[in-house]
């Protein structure tokens, strides 16, 4: 079993900046490939960002590229997700994803890989 808790979302101005992290119980998350995925009012979940279960692959929808970084303390059995430049489309629910189901994988931008989620944490970007 894994619980997966995120935190760091809030209300922030267009261009500013906000860091998630995603706090993961379990012995063997070294060992799992995570994900952030989003939500916006009206729309279906999408990908966000992918880290294998080492760190060294990392994967990112084409609309964050370049804005969000994505990384992970197995240490801390933690994942995060640094945003900058944030647009009022990044407004969404961003959920953290745990694969536990296929250890050692490099990770996947596919929502049904990813067998445990969080609950979520609000973030809203203002015009």
């Known amino acids: 079993q894994v619980q997966l808790v995120e935190s760091g979302g809030g209300l922030v101005q267009a261009g500013g900046s906000l860091r998630l992290s995603c706090a993961a119980s379990?012995?063997?998350?070294?060992?799992?490939?995570m994900g952030w995925f989003r939500q916006a009012p009206g729309k279906e979940r999408e990908f966000v960002a992918a880290?294998?279960?080492?760190?060294?692959?990392?994967y990112y929808a084409d609309s964050v590229k370049g804005r969000f970084t994505i990384s992970r303390d197995n240490a801390k059995t933690s994942v995060y997700l640094q945003m900058n430049s944030l647009k009022p489309e990044d407004t969404a629910v961003y959920y953290c994803?745990?694969?536990?189901?296929?250890?050692?994988?490099?990770?996947?931008?596919?929502?049904?890989?990813?067998?445990?989620w969080g609950h979520g944490t609000q973030v809203t970007v203002s015009s």
């Open positions: 880290i294998s279960w080492s760190g060294g692959s990392t």
């Open positions: 994803a745990a694969d536990s189901a296929n250890p050692y994988y490099s990770g996947s931008d596919f929502d049904d890989d990813y067998d445990y």
């Open positions: 379990g012995r063997t998350f070294s060992s799992y490939a």
